[in-house]
């Protein structure tokens, strides 16, 4: 497979302790898959930072894109920008375009530009600003990591501004079949299937409902054709009763 | 803090290619908070031989503990265990004690142990198998690392044998505020008030909501009385409307 390959780092403390689920790793991957990225790894690291700026040295050296979420806010549990800057060797201020941005946000609402949204304009030198429509503060990309909020929304409209940057790959297709048998009745046929087409991804992932086990097998890849005619023949393999 | 730390290990092309969501960590998140475990990373690899094994190693060095959840099943797809063997530097082979419980739980539903269901009895060379009640095929603990199933509901079940034999520390409890204020104007005070209260974490966790932007903000740690005074330190400070 040729398409570039990306992570994700998730910087959230409020995942970790089970206070709240992640949708920002189901969206990426979501919109990468169409896009022809392979999201090959997520990490999930808390607002330490040195846990930040060893997961963004590590996953800046092995793939091809990096996505950070989470952790650019006004607060002081907001530290990504500055672990970003420190990773990967740069200096860190405010910066005029990026104070601009804010400076007219919050005069049109009559709020303060105090120093607390201040560090909201802290840019590491040599980043492209990403958008924000929703909140304006931006995100930014510096080399090949993407930089952008935790708040799903937010992150969701930055994802949108940086993925036309980037040049993909064919999307990935997949279609699935549901197997209401045991995976061991399935396994040793589709093993051999999976040999027979080598360029398709073929994984199975078992369920309990009511008790009965059953499976759902999903076959990817990026010809629409030979994904339809692999699951074709597995849909023959185990037509009728188990 | 001196709670003892913990990584998740989640094997799982589907969950990086956006078709489903992971909910194995959300629940052992919870699990460990309320075992006095700190959960400290998750990773999220996909079922790649390479990749599975290099995140084993990292992790194993790093943390207290490392859980896995997914690739254990009967299918070709399903490497994990022979990963965490070649992580470890351990052989691998089927086991009598876990062949005789699968052997057992087919002959009773009349079906046949076949070559890839007894790929499940797969265990390395050291390991204390993991009890099953669900679907029998065990999980296993190699040193530091528990090995569980990706099913949400034989993950679940697997957390509830292992935990009991990990040593855990205090409970991290955690009291939330919902303050309906932007961010930037409690950034300031919120941070005066984390400098006072260096034994507990402060996160706060932006939304926006019809429009109109709030803050949760969330107070951990180990004594109860810390955490109500500070929060009722937070609310007065941000008492009646902005």
Do not use: W
């Not at 050296?61 to 950070?68: E, G, K, L």
């Not at 590491?124 to 929304?153: K, Q, R, W, Y």
């Not at 930055?158 to 396994?187: C, F, H, K, W, Y």
């Amino acid at each position: 497979m040729t398409n570039p390959t990306a992570a994700m780092l998730v910087v959230g403390d409020e995942i970790l302790s089970g206070r709240t689920r992640d949708s920002n790793m189901h969206f990426l991957a979501g919109e990468l898959t169409k896009h022809g990225v392979d999201l090959a790894e997520v990490r999930i690291v808390a607002d330490r930072a040195d846990a930040i700026v060893a997961a963004v040295r590590d996953l800046h050296d092995t793939y091809d894109h990096v996505f950070t979420s989470g952790g650019i806010g006004p607060t002081h549990d907001d530290i990504t920008a500055d672990c970003i800057a420190q990773a990967l060797g740069r200096s860190i201020d405010v910066r005029d375009d990026a104070r601009a941005l804010l400076q007219a946000h919050y005069d049109g609402q009559g709020k303060e530009l105090n120093a607390a949204r201040l560090r909201m304009a802290r840019i590491p030198e040599g980043a492209t600003l990403i958008d924000n429509p929703v909140s304006v503060a931006p995100g930014f990309t510096l080399e090949n990591v993407h930089v952008m909020a935790g708040v799903p929304s937010v992150f969701q409209a930055m994802v949108a501004s940086v993925l036309p940057r980037i040049t993909g790959g064919a999307p990935l297709l997949s279609q699935s079949l549901r197997i209401e048998r045991g995976e061991g009745d399935i396994a040793g046929p589709l093993s051999d299937l999976a040999a027979q087409y080598p360029d398709l991804q073929m994984g199975s992932y078992p369920y309990v409902q009511n008790g009965a086990f059953g499976v759902n097998v999903v076959i990817r890849g990026t010809d629409a054709g030979r994904i339809n005619t692999a699951l074709t023949t597995l849909s023959d393999l185990f037509a009728g009763p188990a």
